[in-house]
């Protein structure tokens, strides 16, 4: 249920860009609003942001990194636990889901959201890692989760495909594709091949290139015979070097 798999070198560097990153302030989505203490966003009867308060993420708004006070695989299994034994089971994911859609609406919110958690020390807390994950990629190791995240980021990326990189040097498509990759399990990886290919296949040629060599990380050891065909058939697209 849980993801456990080694992050991959790639995305270890993106985070590095954390430190670098500007906020445009600009107004949340009507579900969700700043706090007046430390950026806090309240919740406001917002199931997505009550939840992952209640299971150890506190969102946060500006320049401040999304804050995580337990060790990440005890907040996957809080949320997870939180959301199956809802009595609206599975309703209550959709309420969720819809929430995060409704969140990232902003920007600066959603590039927080892809970007690396900062890591809340305590006395209740154990050592854990150096490195957190992002919310997005905690989000997309609970299973009941994964395939309505992935829906969602499929359906933010056209949104930054033909944008210039930003000037704290964060590409934006490449953010969302690192979120998917060292998954330690790809429930639907079908599905999943399916909408890179149709990505790839309307990306700009500076992308496709990531997006395809991406792939192995993506869809795991498990699918390398249908990464090999998918490969031979997208090479069809890349033009020749010259």
């Known amino acids: 249920m849980i993801s456990k798999r080694k992050l991959s070198v790639s995305e270890n560097k993106e985070s590095l860009t954390e430190d670098a990153s500007e906020a445009r302030k600009q107004p949340l989505s009507k579900k969700t609003k700043k ?35 337990v060790d990440q695989i005890v907040f996957q299994k809080k ?38 958690c900062e890591r809340v020390q305590d006395e209740e807390t154990s050592t854990g890692t150096s490195y957190c ?10 299973d009941i989760l994964q395939p309505a995240i992935i829906k969602v980021l499929f359906e933010k990326l056209p949104e930054f495909l033909f944008e210039k990189v930003n000037s704290d040097g964060i590409s934006m498509p490449r953010l969302i594709i690192n979120q998917l990759k060292w998954l330690d399990q790809v429930v639907d990886s079908k599905d999943l091949t399916t909408k890179i290919m149709q990505l790839i296949s309307v990306a700009p040629l500076c992308l496709q290139h990531d997006f395809v060599i991406s792939l192995p990380e993506i869809l795991g050891d498990s699918q390398h015979a249908d990464v090999g065909k998918e490969l031979r058939w997208v090479s069809t697209l890349l033009p020749a070097e010259q």
């Open 133 to 142: 994950k992002s919310l997005i990629k905690l989000l997309l190791g609970i």
């Open 35 to 69: 706090s007046h203490v430390h950026n806090e966003v309240e919740e406001n009867d917002n199931v997505f942001v009550k939840f992952l308060k209640a299971s150890g993420i506190t969102l946060k708004t500006g320049e401040s990194q999304n804050q995580l006070a």
């Open 79 to 116: 949320l997870f636990q939180t959301l199956r034994k809802h009595p609206s089971y599975p309703t209550i994911i959709e309420e969720f889901v819809s929430g995060l859609e409704s969140y990232i609406e902003d920007q600066d919110s959603f590039r927080n959201c892809l970007l690396s």
